[in-house]
């Protein structure tokens, strides 16, 4: 099994958590815009967080693909 593979399996029961998690924090970042960033430098920040909830997202609905059509021994 190859490194990438033990990391999804590690990390698939806590995919859904993370996205969750993260949407909190783009919440939280987008009511605290400003400080010593531009709103151009906040938004980014925000889209960046976002796409990597959305990774998390599709990579467990693609996980779930695989986990279906395993057998029963095999998962």
């Known amino acids: ?13 806590k995919l859904g958590r993370m996205a969750e998690d993260i949407k909190k924090m783009i919440e939280s970042l987008a009511g605290v ?3 010593n960033e531009t ?11 976002m796409y990597v909830r959305d ?3 599709v990579l467990k609905a693609e996980l779930d693909e695989v986990f279906v ?3 029963r021994e095999e998962r």
């Open 33 to 35: 815009c400003g400080g």
């Open 39 to 49: 709103a151009e430098q906040s938004v980014q920040k925000i889209l960046d967080y």
């Open 1 to 13: 099994m190859k490194a990438y593979q033990k990391l999804m399996l590690l990390l698939y029961p």
């Open 69 to 71: 059509k395993l057998e």
């Open 55 to 57: 990774c998390f997202i």
